[in-house]
């Protein structure tokens, strides 16, 4: 009796160790299975935005996902993140993921912003910055007309006025009247002509890009999901701005790409994920960024 006691407690043991040891496994699993499917998809969001998806083959599998922001239309403004009034020193806005942006702030949709620093990724529970952590925006940062990041060489700046008009001027500041703006790296399209040169660093990646029209009244977010194998392997600059000429962009800007690449858009049960961002080599988990470029809007009419 005692034998078959023991022998039991053995098999309980190693039926916990196997699940233990599987979960990660499972996980993993798990979240590659939720990715949004390699379909082609367009639909309207809100009030003026459009979203659509786009899966590719060739050169490599890619997914593209664009939102088309009609800037005239009712409800739509947009919304940079403001930097915090007490922070550390030598810091300038507080991290948060895309979805906890969209929660807080109660926006309809967002993406991820310029680039930043400091910035560390080593396993899937040690990277800064996490929730919170604060963080420096590289380049000019505008929120609600005030100035939280000074403007610096060589990072293009995005710019909203308050009566709604978008432009990428192709320098580092916006100018007098901007309500808000983020920086970029390099200008991809400057008034209608490619301004990206050939590169051999230029290796598939997860991108982000803005774009917008001569007007300044429509604006485009272009987001390439990158870094998984089989699904989406990323595009190049110079493939990213080859797609972008595609739907007749007058000016283009390169945001922060990579593990911060994410779009999250409101629901009824909070925020979703329209892509799939990869942070800490895990599919679907959103990285903490310093700040975010996200859009309020009207519901879609019925």
Request: glycine content about 8%; overall charge positive; proline content about 8%.
């Amino acid at each position: 009796m005692q034998h078959q006691v023991k022998i039991r407690k053995q098999n309980i043991a190693l039926i916990i160790g196997t699940i233990i040891l599987g979960f990660p496994l499972i996980l993993y699993g798990w979240l590659h299975f939720i990715r949004p499917p390699r379909t082609a998809e367009q639909r309207e969001l809100f009030q003026g935005i459009i979203y659509q998806r786009i899966a590719r083959v060739t050169p490599r599998p890619v997914l593209i996902h664009i939102i088309s922001i009609d800037l005239t239309a009712p409800g739509v403004k947009p919304f940079v993140t403001p930097g915090a009034s007490v922070l550390k020193t030598d810091t300038e806005t507080i991290a948060k993921t895309i979805p906890e942006f969209v929660n807080e702030l109660k926006l309809q949709l967002a993406i991820n912003g310029s680039y930043f620093y400091p910035f560390r990724e080593a396993t899937p529970w040690d990277y800064y910055p996490q929730t919170n952590d604060t963080a420096n925006v590289l380049g000019q940062l505008i929120s609600n007309s005030k100035t939280y990041s000074s403007v610096e060489p060589k990072w293009n700046v995005l710019c909203f006025t308050a009566n709604n008009q978008v432009q990428i001027p192709g320098g580092e500041e916006c100018p007098a009247g901007t309500v808000h703006g983020i920086a970029g790296a390099e200008i991809l399209i400057q008034r209608g002509k490619t301004q990206s040169k050939i590169d051999n660093k230029d290796k598939p990646y997860p991108r982000v890009a803005a774009a917008v029209d001569k007007e300044g009244k429509k604006l485009w977010l272009v987001l390439v999901d990158g870094k998984q194998p089989l699904y989406s392997e990323g595009l190049t600059k110079t493939e990213l701005t080859k797609f972008i000429t595609e739907f007749g962009a007058y000016t283009a800007l390169n945001l922060d790409g990579g593990g911060s690449t994410t779009l999250a858009i409101s629901t009824p049960n909070g925020a979703k994920l329209l892509n799939a961002p990869i942070h800490t080599k895990l599919p679907m988990v959103a990285r903490p960024v310093a700040n975010h470029l996200g859009f309020y809007a009207n519901p879609t009419q019925k």
